[in-house]
Structure formats: C-alpha cells, structure tokens
C-alpha cells in the first residue's frame, strides 16, 4: 500500500538517531507531565484556591467584579458539551465514485523549493489524469521560486501549467489569475508550502455530490512538526483547529474559514463573486489578507455549505518562531475581525433556507468568550499582584483547562503529544492572546507581515 503523503527529505542520519530522539522526547514529555501535575498539586497544597475565593468575595465591589468570572464558568460548562456533541455527530462524507473535473490553482510568493513539494505532491495524486489540472501561479517573487516551479512543470507536462506575474500583486490576484485560466467544475486552493496526500483530492471534492455544498475544507497537519517545541505544539493546535471547531461546525453545514491550505470550491458558485471577492474592500480599504475566510463568507452569503472533510489531509509548514507565528495570528485574527463583522449583517436573513439559527448561535458564542478570556485574566493577574500565592491557581487553572481540550485531541489522535498542547495554552495565555488586542489596534495596516 503506497503512503498517502510523499516521502519526507532524510533528516535523521540512522536508525540509532532515530531512537534516540524518540527516547530524549519521551523524556522530555515525562517532565512536562510530572511539571504539570506539580502545578496543580501546588495549587491545592498551598491553599491558593480557598484564597482566591477569601478575595473575589471581601466586598460588595470584588463580588461583583467577580461576576464575570461566574458567567464565563456558565458559558463554558455550555460550549464545552454543545462542542463536544456536535464533534460525536460529526461524520465526513463517504468517497465518491463520480469524481468532476477539478482545477488545483498553488499560489506561490518567494516559496524557494517547498513550491516544487507542493507540485509534486499534487501532480502525484491517484486523481484521475484527465479529470485534473495543475496551475501554479508565481506572484512576483524575487527569489529562485519560479525556477523550482519550472523544474516541477516540466516533469509533468501535460499537466502543470505555470504563469507569472510581472510583479507581486498579493495572493488574492494570484488566485483569481488561476481561476480565470483553470477549466475544471471544481476550483481547489492549495498553499505552496504544503503537500496533500495521494488521496487528497478525491476525498476533498466528495462532498460535491450535495449540490447544496459550495466549498469544502481539508484537515491540516503540521510539515515541520519535529522542528523544535513550538512546532510540536503547533501540530496538536492545527489538529485542535480542525477535528474540534472545524469538524463540529460543520454538523451545520457552517465551517467559517476554509482554511487556505487545502480547500475547494464550486466554480459555479464562485463565479458569481469572484470580482467582488478580487476587489473587496473594508473600511475603504482593498482587503489583502484573509482572502480564504473572505472566500468562504461569500459563498454563504451565496446560500451555499461549507464543510469540513476529515478524509482530505495535506501537510503545511508551520511557523517556527514565535516573531513568526504572531505576525500570522494577527493576520488571522483581523481577517477574523471583518469578516464577523460582515457575517453579522446577513447571519439573520434568509441567506440560505437550512441551518442559519445554529449558525448564529455558533457564531454568537464564539465571540461572546473572547472578552471574557481577556478580563478574566487581567483580573486574575491583578489578584496576583496582591497577593502572589494566587499565581499557583491560576496557573493550575492553565493546566486544567488546557488538559480538558486535550481529552478531544486524544479522542482524535491517540498519542501522548497532547501534553505540547497543554504547554501551548500557556504560550497563548501570556504571549499569543495579546495578538488580539494588537490586531485590533493596528486594523488598518494591510500589510501581509509574513512576508
């Protein structure tokens, strides 16, 4: 049986290397537990809980600023379960027989030779040959990109097409450059920096049979996982990312953000936007970033699905620096920012004639938990500063929390790796939520900041 993700470049020298690192991460992962469970030992030991609870309740004042911190416990004892069921119901849609034609568009911007792993992985798929086609749009860059884009079309003639852009014009225009050359029914959007497995397309385009389905969304897993700590504990994040949010909102046919790395959309239907989508402007500002999120509220908007396909896995390169992975979430999270807003405004109109209240309510409890988080922990770090004892608690709280979203990541993945996802909880607490608050402040710059 071939493996469905081509083979890697050989970065361990031997086989003793190789055992050797599983052991130093077996050991490293031992003390992060044993850290952890001294963390919330701690906690309890010292009494840092029963403090807490003399000072939220010392006046009228500190209970009532506490009240928050109860609301916040409600709505998560809601979302956790709600989250959790819809993850049970959720099931991707069966391989289809009748498989269309379908267009792979891999724009690609100073990508260097990861660009030619993206074309090869893709003109590798067990897709059938004349159903598919390969275009790979280079943006302008700068570097040697275009010469591994040449090197990978010319092993496969007859199926990789390449176009280039005289100058970079952004990622939005090098998709809509693709769209408007490919031929296929199905239009798929691949980033350069990834690889999709041999079965990839097949399962990805299987949920077109519904024709109420506009766009579909692959499952993401991490390149360079084993890169360092921070790309381990991006690995369970992505996996979080979309087994969890992304599998249970697609009960309701409502997946918010086809992510960029592997989706596919119904030509048809993004015909009917596709100049819209090229020249939207928020703010009366042209929109250069978010172009996947944007792509996937216009085709609700068009009363189409959106859905999430577990059976399609492709492979990207995650950020291996935390300078790196801010400047992506603030990114993302203004792209978030104007693309909530704008799905306010039709959430509650008959955009489409099934699934619009889960939606809403989805949608509404989403947003809802993001200030809190932001005045439970100013809160709770202001408590600190009084009394420092406090901190054992609410780093136990850290632990706790982050230890009962990885009882899904274990559901899913069924491996100890789930303690570099309780550490990432502690990264985004004091280092990676505070891209919110920076997103929002630096909204109008459109610059791509990864780039």
Same mark, same amino acid.
């Given at each position: 049986?071939? &493996? ?38 701690? !906690? ?59 267009? =792979?568009?891999?724009?690609?911007? @100073? ?97 077109? =049979?519904?024709?109420? =389905?506009? !766009? ?9 996982? #084993?890169? @360092? ?13 979309? &087994? ?22 119904? #030509? ?32 609700? #908007? ?11 896995? =492709? ?36 955009? #489409? ?5 889960? !939606? ?5 409890? /989403? ?9 439970? /922990? ?25 230890? /009962? ?9 069924? @491996? ?36």
């Amino acid at each position: 049986m071939p &493996e469905r993700f081509p083979q890697q470049d050989a970065i361990l020298a031997s086989t003793k290397v190789f055992e050797a690192s599983e052991n130093a991460e077996n050991f490293t992962k031992t003390l992060i537990f044993l850290a952890f469970s001294v963390i919330v030992l701690s !906690a309890f030991v010292s009494g840092s809980f029963e403090r807490a609870h003399y000072w939220y309740n010392l006046s009228f004042v500190t209970r009532f600023l506490s009240v928050p911190l109860v609301v916040y416990s409600v709505l998560m004892m809601v979302h956790l379960p709600y989250r959790a069921i819809l993850c049970f119901l959720y099931k991707p849609y069966p391989l289809s027989a009748n498989l269309p034609t379908v267009s =792979v568009v891999i724009p690609a911007y @100073n990508e260097g030779a990861m660009v030619e792993k993206a074309i090869e992985s893709s003109a590798l798929s067990d897709y059938p040959r004349e159903k598919m086609e390969i275009l790979c749009v280079d943006d302008g860059s700068v570097d040697d990109t275009w010469e591994y884009i040449q090197r990978a079309a010319a092993r496969y003639p007859r199926l990789v097409r390449t176009l280039r852009h005289p100058r970079n014009r952004g990622k939005r225009h090098a998709l809509a450059t693709g769209f408007k050359q490919s031929r296929g029914e199905i239009l798929v959007t691949m980033d350069s920096d990834s690889v999709i497995a041999r079965d990839g397309l097949k399962h990805l385009v299987s949920p077109f =049979v519904d024709a109420k =389905v506009g !766009a579909a969304t692959a499952k993401v897993r991490v390149f360079n996982k #084993r890169q @360092n700590f921070l790309t381990r504990m991006l690995a369970v994040r992505y996996i979080m990312a979309f &087994e969890f949010f992304r599998a249970s909102t697609s009960v309701f046919k409502t997946v918010m953000c086809c992510s960029g790395v592997l989706s596919a959309y119904r #030509r048809s239907v993004v015909a009917r936007f596709q100049d819209r989508w090229l020249n939207q402007q928020f703010m009366g500002q042209f929109c250069t970033y978010g172009d996947d999120r944007a792509l996937t509220n216009f085709v609700l #908007r068009e009363g189409y699905d959106t859905v999430y396909q577990r059976t399609a896995e =492709v492979q990207t390169l995650a950020p291996s620096t935390l300078t790196k992975l801010a400047r992506m979430l603030t990114r993302w999270h203004k792209s978030f920012i104007r693309e909530s807003i704008i799905f306010s405004t039709f959430m509650f109109s008959r955009y #489409r004639d099934r699934h619009r209240l889960p !939606a809403a309510f989805d949608f509404m409890l /989403t947003v809802v938990l993001i200030p809190f988080q932001f005045y439970i /922990t100013l809160y709770s770090l202001y408590h600190i500063f009084v009394d420092p004892i406090l901190i054992l608690r609410f780093l136990a709280l850290i632990v706790i929390m982050g230890a /009962t979203y990885m009882v899904f990541y274990i559901r899913f993945e069924r @491996n100890t790796d789930f303690l570099y996802g309780v550490l990432y909880s502690f990264l985004h607490v004091f280092f990676l939520m505070w891209t919110v608050p920076y997103a929002v402040l630096t909204f109008k710059n459109n610059s791509w900041l990864t780039r």
